[in-house]
T-cell receptor, first 109, second 115 residues
Framework: GQQVMQIPQYQHVQEGEDFTTYCNSS?????IQWYKQRPGGHPVFLIQ?????EVKKQKRLTFQFGEAKKNSSLHITATQTTDVGTYFC?????????FGKGITLSVRP | DAGVIQSPRHEVTEMGQEVTLRCKPI?????LFWYRQTMMRGLELLIY????????DSGMPEDRFSAKMPNASFSTLKIQPSEPRDSAVYFC?????????????FGNGTRLTVT
């Protein structure tokens, strides 16, 4: 079945550093979604990418969909303590949405 | 918009007891999902309903788990009998449209502890 991989599961950065994480699918996707879950909270939808090579920005967050529609990246510029949490990607294909295991970001002030 | 509403927020029960988790999706949404989240396995899809009909229940662990959606505004997930390995956070989510191209709106979750 479809697999969506996010490695590593944890990353620690110093406040002000940039952060990039990747999401890889075993199959070609129709779209990819990103969610953020704060500690003790629930996943919250951030963005959806549909087109090959698409790039979208939300303030300091930049999301990209790969040309082959099998991978995606999330880049955070100048991390802040408010960026802490777990970031999930979810790949859509064949009417299904498959979540990766997420990457938990911690930010040292 | 009240969002997806789940109850209870926390549930502590003893092994062997029946547990019922409840979910009210966002009004107008026609797809509803039950997820289980643990540190080891991450977010696992248990079951997905579309227009109140179960479409994919391949993630339901075993016969001890059952889910119903009697109408568009209510769903339950029941575990009978519960076991310690069922301890997890259970999320309900809803969306309008197909699950692979519509954002999911998650509830606050139910943290289940089975002792």
């Amino acid at each position: 079945g479809q697999q969506v991989m996010q490695i590593p599961q944890y990353q620690h950065v110093q406040e002000g550093e940039d952060f990039t994480t990747y999401c890889n699918s075993s199959t070609t996707l129709s779209n990819i979604q990103w969610y953020k879950q704060r500690p003790g909270g629930h996943p919250v939808f951030l963005i959806q990418l549909v087109k090959s090579g698409e790039v979208k920005k939300q303030k300091r967050l930049t999301f990209q969909f790969g040309e082959a529609k099998k991978n995606s990246s999330l880049h955070i510029t100048a991390t802040q303590t408010t960026d802490v949490g777990t970031y999930f990607c979810a790949g859509g294909a064949n009417s299904k949405l498959t979540f990766g295991k997420g990457i938990t970001l911690s930010v040292r002030p | 918009d009240a969002g997806v509403i789940q109850s209870p927020r926390h549930e502590v029960t003893e092994m062997g007891q029946e547990v019922t988790l409840r979910c009210k999706p966002i009004s107008g949404h026609n797809s509803l999902f039950w997820y289980r989240q643990t540190m080891m396995r991450g977010l696992e899809l248990l079951i997905y309903f579309n227009n109140n009909v179960p479409i994919d229940d391949s993630g339901m662990p075993e016969d001890r788990f059952s889910a119903k959606m009697p109408n568009a505004s209510f769903s339950t997930l029941k575990i009978q009998p519960s076991e310690p390995r069922d301890s997890a956070v259970y999320f309900c989510a809803s969306t309008l449209g197909l699950p692979n191209n519509s954002p999911l709106h998650f509830g606050n979750g139910t943290r289940l502890t089975v002792t």
